[in-house]
């Protein structure tokens, strides 16, 4: 369809209002709310992460095209049932206890929810039972636990101590990031995967629900 083509281009180049018309317009011509999120605003979203991840744009050009994206879904959330939007899942996410910064992790936030993922930000200086709860009582598939500063990393660890406790290991994944960590830190404390930037977190949180 030209309209969902139309679509993507305009929130690939982060024109929010032009976003906005375009999606009233492909309502207004019965196309399908599905396809107009998917084949649309998450098709633009995809080209935006993919030129992000290869350092063709920056962030400012991310922020701009997440504005179009939230835009786009104000006329489409209704058109869903039950006002819920499809979902791959949700995913907990938190800077760890100690920790007060959040520009990485408010990033990874905004990625994969343009990705098509349900996002529960639990906010910075999270106890580590904290995303437990917050991944059970909401079902998610995943928690991101991100860190800037090498003395809160532990706290990282306990999370996995906690799900094992629990015996929700296996059915939560925990990706881990922030500038300090590594992958050997993430295999050290068996979390399941680690984003080495926000757009990687997307990769890594699509192959870990695809498995």
């Not at 999606?23 to 995809?46: F, P, Q, R, T």
């Not at 104000?74 to 979902?87: T, Y």
């Not at 925990?174 to 926000?198: H, R, T």
Request: proline letters at 3%.
């Amino acid at each position: 369809m030209k309209i969902l083509t139309e679509i993507s281009e305009v929130l690939i180049n982060g024109d929010s209002e032009k976003t906005y018309e375009l999606v009233e317009e492909a309502i207004k011509e019965k196309n399908d709310a599905s396809d107009i999120l998917g084949n649309g605003l998450l098709a633009g979203m995809n080209v935006i992460s993919e030129r992000f991840k290869n350092h063709e744009i920056f962030l400012p050009d991310v922020l701009m095209s997440a504005k179009c994206m939230h835009k786009g879904l104000e006329l489409l959330k209704p058109l869903f049932v039950g006002s819920m939007i499809p979902s791959k899942g949700k995913v907990v996410i938190g800077t760890v206890q100690g920790d007060l910064h959040d520009i990485g992790k408010n990033l990874v936030g905004i990625m994969l929810e343009s990705a098509g993922y349900e996002i529960i930000d639990l906010g910075r200086d999270v106890p580590p039972e904290k995303y437990v709860e917050a991944a059970i009582e909401n079902g998610a598939i995943a928690i991101g636990l991100s860190a800037l500063l090498t003395t809160t990393m532990v706290n990282m660890q306990k999370v996995i101590t906690i799900l094992e406790e629990k015996g929700y290991k296996d059915k939560i994944k925990v990706i881990i990031g922030g500038a300090p960590v590594s992958q050997e830190f993430a295999d050290l404390i068996k979390a399941d995967a680690y984003a080495y930037d926000a757009s990687s977190s997307i990769d890594k949180i699509n192959e870990l629900v695809k498995n």
